[in-house]
T-cell receptor, first 114, second 109 residues
Framework: SAVISQKPSRDICQRGTSLTIQCQVDSQVTMMFWYRQQPGQSLTLIATANQGSEATYESGFVIDKFPISRPNLTFSTLTVSNMSPEDSSIYLC???????????FGPGTRLLVL | QKEVEQDPGPLSVPEGAIVSLNCTYSNSAFQYFMWYRQYSRKGPELLMYTYSSGNKEDGRFTAQVDKSSKYISLFIRDSQPSDSATYLCAMSETDKLIFGTGTRLQVFP
């Protein structure tokens, strides 16, 4: 398994500002993922972040809005840029470790945009 | 049609009951099947992992995969109040997990 921490755990932000969420893993991993979970909805993959390469974004998500950094094998950041109330959500990072396709999740960052 | 369908519940059962949680899916290429448990205000926690068809048991939990029917199940025996959570199914062909919307389970004493 993997132990994952996220900072901040929650935040309240004003529209038009940006927030950077940090994800730290206790061991080196190749693949890290960022998800969004809106109330009553499933987890939606935003992007996949591999160390040493550009993040791969899913349909509906763009780099200008959600820039991602992956400077090493234990750390990643997701920035939510130019926020609007529609960005209010829980943002989760995960890592793939162990059996193929197995992902472990961080505790999430609860974001409220006013 | 969604790729993965899951009854959102809520499902309310008495302590000690057997609980059955289910998901159906449309993509026959899915090979990896998982169940996650998510407590309120926490991240999803991996509960069960199954590759291809068959059953897998871990303590009070049993996961079943029926690829011919495109149907997966999670059974919880002797359910406890501590099992109260949202249960998410997830499945994958390769490198991308597709999640169900989650079933909220409430086990009352």
């Amino acid at each position: 398994s993997a132990v994952i921490s996220q900072k901040p755990s929650r935040d309240i932000c004003q529209r038009g500002t940006s927030l950077t969420i940090q994800c730290q893993v206790d061991s080196q991993v190749t693949m890290m993922f960022w998800y969004r979970q809106q109330p009553g909805q499933s987890l939606t993959l935003i992007a996949t972040a591999n160390q040493g390469s550009e993040a791969t974004y899913e349909s509906g998500f763009v780099i200008d809005k959600f820039p991602i950094s992956r400077p090493n094998l234990t750390f990643s950041t997701l920035t939510v840029s130019n926020m609007s109330p529609e960005d209010s959500s829980i943002y989760l990072c995960s890592v793939e470790k162990g059996p193929k396709e197995t992902q472990y999740f961080g505790p999430g960052t609860r974001l409220l945009v006013l | 049609q969604k790729e993965v369908e899951q009854d959102p519940g809520p499902l309310s059962v008495p302590e000690g009951a057997i609980v059955s949680l289910n998901c159906t899916y449309s993509n026959s290429a899915f090979q990896y099947f998982m169940w996650y448990r998510q407590y309120s205000r926490k991240g999803p926690e991996l509960l069960m992992y199954t590759y291809s068809s068959g059953n897998k048991e871990d303590g009070r939990f049993t996961a079943q995969v029926d690829k011919s029917s495109k149907y997966i199940s999670l059974f919880i025996r002797d359910s406890q109040p501590s099992d109260s959570a949202t249960y998410l199914c997830a499945m994958s062909e390769t490198d991308k997990l597709i999640f169900g919307t989650g079933t909220r389970l409430q086990v009352f004493p």
